[in-house]
């Protein structure tokens, strides 16, 4: 019975004290992974998006008629970055370096996904670099600020 009620409150004891990057960094995988595979599913362009803003992340489809929706997805909820976790920036094809406001990484049905570097930072400095593979959706994953986009 404690296991259970440490399991559910847990993860909101833990974004009160802070974030843990390496915990948001894997969740993030775990999302980006989890999408490239769903879209396969679906048949349909899902999209990732960032508010660098707000510092939270979520999933959307693109739907036949050129609108966006959201993804209804149980257990893939809009996730706000714990405090002391934020996106520094996240680097995309069609948007290039993003530092402020929304932008997306797009999955789509036939496999692959859009370029994308992420870059994550704690309130310590600490920093991860998320790039994503663009044909096999996989996320290498390295600690430090690496600007993948750089010929």
């Known amino acids: 019975m404690m296991g259970m009620v440490l399991a559910f409150?847990?993860?909101?004891?833990?974004n009160l004290l802070?974030?843990?990057?390496?915990?948001?960094?894997?969740?993030m995988v775990g999302t980006i992974q989890y999408l490239y595979d769903e879209s396969s599913i679906q048949r349909?362009?899902?999209?990732?998006n960032f508010d660098l803003n707000e510092q939270k992340y979520w999933a959307s489809v693109l739907q036949e008629a050129n609108g966006i929706s959201r993804l209804?997805?149980?257990f893939l909820p809009e996730r706000d970055l714990p405090r002391g976790v934020r996106l520094e920036d996240v680097v995309v094809l069609h948007d290039g370096k993003v530092t402020q406001g929304e932008t997306f990484t797009e999955f789509y049905p036939i496999?692959?996904?859009e370029k994308t570097t992420i870059h994550l930072q704690d309130s310590r400095g600490?920093?991860?670099t998320l790039k994503i593979n663009?044909?096999?959706?996989?996320v290498h994953v390295q600690k430090g600020y690496f600007d993948f986009f750089e010929s």
């Open 111 to 113: 496999g692959g996904v």
């Open 134 to 138: 663009p044909l096999t959706g996989k």
């Open 18 to 27: 802070g974030g843990d990057i390496k915990s948001v960094s894997r969740k």
């Open 72 to 74: 209804e997805v149980p």
């Open 44 to 48: 349909k362009v899902i999209r990732l």
């Open 126 to 128: 600490e920093k991860i």
């Open 9 to 14: 409150t847990f993860p909101k004891f833990q």
